[in-house]
């Protein structure tokens, strides 16, 4: 019989969908070590409960200058008390030893995805180093007291194989948290019978709040599971939690699941190199513009975009020249066509955009973003408790206390759901090694027996967070088929002296009287 081809066979290389969180960084190919060629990275990390306090924050600035200066790294970020987001350029080793000194400096970084790519054109690469203090990251009007807490609402990251997967289920909806801008050159159009696109029509991040509180999105959002994209997923990182909160105070809100795509269209493109579900260009902040599969013909790519030059409306899909929308309160960059080009700069105020032109508003009610946190926070059982008159008066000196940041050990994590048959031997075998020092069975007051939880002891704090992070993977820890539950710990006031000095090992947990 006649074998037909598949149709579109999709090359999938899911290690590009993996990120590098607290691993070595990718290889370089040796061809990308040529002086004709640079590297590009791209990454943000938020810090949070507690973020960096004002002395922190400029000591921070200076110190990622300071490195940036020592590898000849350029380009742009901003740091913000609320942390880190850059786009750099350097050599492929200046690059890695860049990132691998921001490890050093602090161990936050050890939770970061740096995304590099080899092989840049020396052209496309940054001419000098830049790095902006300011007050968020994203300028999504939710700084400070404002902010969404990530800890606590952060959507869970998929993937882009698994991402890619979630596309093809009907009950979903997928939202581009980019701008209208942005999206005019590429989006995610999802397979047939599958979720279903949702465009915010943001002319910028500051809307997207106000788009989330309108009650027509949300309509759209209840008992959906919800996915969000950006260009490398920072911009999700908040939005995610921002719809969270919003549901945990709102009963017309409920959606089923909030997701984010890790790395987002950057590794999605790269783990996709036919372009998988992604349709056109990804609009970047940097001297490449955009980014296409690499294996996808280029008259494809062209043929998905429906973007026109805003004056003659030629189709044309690259924005260059830096033309603005000339309506007031817009600015946003908007498409002219190389014939165009001349008329564009002569009269700049002839220029519109596609939401301009069709008299799009955006929706202008915010929501009060600063009780709606308190009121999320306290209903999830975190927050500060009300003034209830019930309750026993607090001392100051208590209040205090209560309002000092929480101080995690780096080198301990509680264990709980620990089966009866565990022993130090297995708990080593499970959670490595090398990764555990020893570790203190918990035991009950009454009957010095053991409740099945313990205190380990982890050999550094690059060893805590791989275990964390285990743990919070689809398949977790299991000690003897049980899955166990994996905690931080914070410091207690009281706390004099360790529970680990002069310890002695015991094997197996006491089983008491």
Known sequence: GMTTPLEHAE?????????????????????HLSK????????????????WTKAQHKSALKKVIEIGTKYGITGRGRVARE??????????????????????????????????????????????????????????????????????????????DEYHKSMQDPDTVIIDVRNAYESAIGNFQPPEGGAKLIDPKMRNSIEFPKWLNS??????????????????????????????????????????????????????????PNGGYWNGKNYLFDKRFE????????????????????LCQTKW???????????????????????????ATERPATLVCELCKEGYRAPNQVPDLVAMKRKAEQIIGDGPATNDPTQPIVSKKQQLLAKRPKVY???????????????????KGTLGANKVKCLVWLTDKESGG??????VLTSSAADMKQILEKSTSKLGIKIDKKRIKVAEMFRKEDEDKSPFTNLVQKEFPPIGK
Not at 139 to 160: I, Q, T, V
Request: a positive charge; aromatic letters at 10%.
């Open 291 to 310: 980014q296409v599969p690499d294996i996808k013909d280029g008259g494809e790519v062209e043929n998905d975009i429906h973007a026109r030059c805003c």
């Open 36 to 51: 004709d060629f640079g590297s590009i990275l791209l990454f943000y990390q938020y810090v949070e409960d507690p973020t």
């Open 450 to 455: 053991f409740y099945g939880s313990c205190v």
């Open 83 to 160: 942390g880190l987001n850059c786009t750099l350029t350097g050599k492929p080793n200046d690059i890695r030893s860049f990132c691998y000194s921001l490890r050093e400096w602090d161990a936050i970084f050890d939770e970061t995805d740096f995304k590099i790519t080899d092989g840049i054109p020396v052209d496309k690469v940054f001419k000098s180093l830049s790095i902006r203090k300011t007050n968020e990251l994203v300028a999504y009007g939710l700084a400070g007291d404002k902010a969404p807490s990530l800890k606590k609402f952060a959507g869970e990251h998929l993937e882009a």
């Open 11 to 31: 090359t999938v290389i899911p290690s590009n969908a993996r990120a590098v969180c607290g691993k070595s960084l990718p290889p370089i190919k040796p061809e």
């Open 215 to 272: 009650a027509e999105t949300q309509k759209q959002l209840t008992g959906k599971k919800v996915l969000m994209y950006c260009t490398g997923g920072i911009r999700c990182e908040r939005a995610t939690a921002l719809l969270n909160e919003m549901s945990t105070v709102n009963e017309e809100l409920k959606p089923k699941g909030v997701y984010h795509c890790r790395g987002g269209i950057e590794r999605y493109v790269k783990t996709f």
């Open 409 to 427: 050990y780096n080198d301990r994590l509680f264990l709980r759901r620990v089966p009866l048959t565990a022993s130090f031997t297995k708990i």
């Open 317 to 343: 899909t690259v924005y260059r020249g830096q033309f603005k929308c000339s309506r007031s309160f817009c600015g946003v960059p908007v498409i002219v066509c190389q014939s165009c080009t001349t008329s």
